[in-house]
């Protein structure tokens, strides 16, 4: 080989790797990454070398989005949120303590009965990741991220989780277990809610929380001084049982996702996007704009295009 094809082959792989470093150098910024995982939800949270990851989707299509927006050399995802146990939100993570470790995962402890889920489970256990089951007042910090859980409490577990011997101190925030309990209740209803601050900006991440649900919520963050959401992961693929006015209310004239697929339900459901429409809400959708990233410096918020 000539002397000048090795300096050409140097600079090629010399700018390769100034292309690479430029794509995925680490920023002051945060971005929440809406992944287009199909009829399921999956949310990549980023802030320099932190990872946080909001449920997994319904199969291994997450790892493309992973791969897409995480440096190749980053295997760890420093935390894991499971809203709750319907397969459309937990069967990727499967794939993701496969691929990435994980440093600690975040849901409640109501169990799927699948054995897909199961899986899951031993997967958990054997890779020693730490479970926390978390109740609302929990707050966890990386960097400029603070995440808060408001949903659910420690009152509500204690009153709809069945077991002979469910008392309210068992929810104290401290490790602990996937798929102890089991409840008569929707499994929709135990999503964990949480909020996310980064500067001047707030964002709501709401698993497939009910529109009751969601109106409480609503109530108890105006009670609280909280009168504005900048961005709201829209919850249940934007079905019927998302609609929530008081909560919308809050988030008028600001952004939200909703993570959705081809389906046979109706979903997004035309009341909700009137709803979000009609309060100068900026509606963005996986099935149309694919992932969708969001980014901000703590001052300002814009679409990555």
Request: net charge negative; hydrophobic share 40%.
């Amino acid at each position: 080989m000539s002397k000048l094809w090795k300096v050409t082959i140097f600079l090629l792989l010399l700018a390769a790797l100034v292309i690479w470093l430029s794509v995925f150098s680490t920023s002051d910024n945060l971005k929440i990454i809406s992944c287009n995982v199909g009829q399921g939800d999956s949310t990549l949270i980023i802030n320099k070398s932190i990872e946080i990851l909001i449920d997994g989707g319904p199969d291994n299509t997450v790892i493309d989005c992973l791969s897409k927006h995480i440096p190749f050399w980053d295997r760890t995802i420093e935390m894991v949120i499971l809203t709750h146990p319907q397969s459309d939100h937990y069967t990727g993570l499967i794939a993701v303590t496969e691929r990435y470790k994980v440093g600690k995962i975040l849901a409640n402890s109501l169990n799927a009965g699948s054995q897909t889920y199961e899986l899951l489970k031993n997967r958990v256990l054997t890779r020693g990741v730490d479970v926390v089951n978390p109740v609302r007042g929990l707050r966890v910090m990386y960097n400029m991220i603070h995440i808060d859980i408001l949903h659910p409490s420690k009152e509500f577990l204690a009153e709809n989780l069945l077991h002979n011997y469910l008392t309210m101190g068992q929810f104290d925030n401290s490790s602990g277990v996937l798929g102890a309990y089991t409840t008569n209740l929707d499994p929709n209803e135990f999503s964990i809610v949480a909020s996310l601050s980064f500067g001047s900006f707030k964002f709501l991440f709401t698993g497939d929380a009910g529109s009751e649900l969601l109106d409480s919520l609503a109530t108890t963050l105006s009670e609280n001084g909280i009168n504005s959401i900048n961005y709201i992961k829209i919850p249940h693929h934007g079905s019927r049982n998302s609609i929530s006015e008081k909560m919308y209310d809050l988030v008028e004239g600001g952004i939200a996702t909703i993570s959705v697929g081809k389906n046979s339900y109706g979903h997004p459901a035309e009341e909700v996007i009137k709803l979000l429409s009609n309060k100068a809400i900026k509606i963005l959708r996986t099935d149309t704009d694919g992932d969708i990233v969001i980014e901000t410096d703590g001052e300002r918020m814009w679409l990555e295009k």
